[in-house]
């Protein structure tokens, strides 16, 4: 059971003030307007201006295969990359903003850097909800960390809690780990 974006927040705001830090999304491309997506923004920013407790923003576009909401329109690349732009200037009480390369690929992902984000969230070692809806983007970590590289940033490995963990000043120090995939 989904549980209203309402109902969500007062969760997050309950678990912040217990000292329980969490993300914050935005699905993108299920019929909302440009006003609904703004106020959804306007909510978000609004906990975190009381809690401090999102440690990032991550919208994603919708995958319309296999499931109960297929058929409805999906956001442009345009529109998600607005989003982010929007995003990064809106919500600046939060500290990072999520490019989701596994819902639109990865040279959007790249795009995302220049539009306000500055993650690119992780190379999962299994991933099915979002494959199965449709996106079948893949990577692994050397391809993320080039592609970051090209973008003009630098590749760091990190924890959910955003510390970082390796940042490689050089590509030759770049971690090898080809066991990571992504599905």
């Known amino acids: 059971l ?50 401090g407790g999102f440690r990032a923003f991550i919208p994603y576009t919708y995958q319309p295969e296999n499931n ?12 998600y990359l607005r989003m982010i732009a929007i995003a990064r200037l809106f919500m600046d009480n939060i500290a990072h903003i999520q490019g989701s390369w596994l819902t639109t690929g990865k040279e959007v992902g ?4 220049h539009y306000g984000a ?27 960390i080039d592609l970051i590289r090209k973008a003009g940033r630098v590749p760091a490995q990190r924890t959910t809690t955003y510390e970082h963990i390796v940042v490689p000043d050089d590509p030759a120090n770049d971690p090898v780990d080809e066991r990571v ?3």
Request: hydrophobic share 35%; glycine share 8%.
């Open 2 to 51: 989904k549980e209203s974006g309402e109902r969500w927040l007062e969760i997050m705001e309950t678990a912040h003030g217990l000292g329980v830090e969490s993300t914050s999304t935005m699905l993108m491309g299920t019929g909302e307007t440009n006003a609904e997506r703004i106020e959804h923004l306007r909510m978000i920013r609004d906990v975190q201006d009381r809690t």
């Open 68 to 79: 109960h909401l297929k058929g409805r329109t999906q956001a442009t690349l345009f529109e």
């Open 110 to 113: 790249q795009l995302s850097l």
């Open 118 to 144: 500055d993650d690119l969230g992780s190379i999962m070692l299994e991933e099915n909800v979002v494959s199965s809806a449709g996106a079948k983007h893949r990577s692994n970590r050397m391809e993320i």
């Open 181 to 183: 995939m992504s599905h």
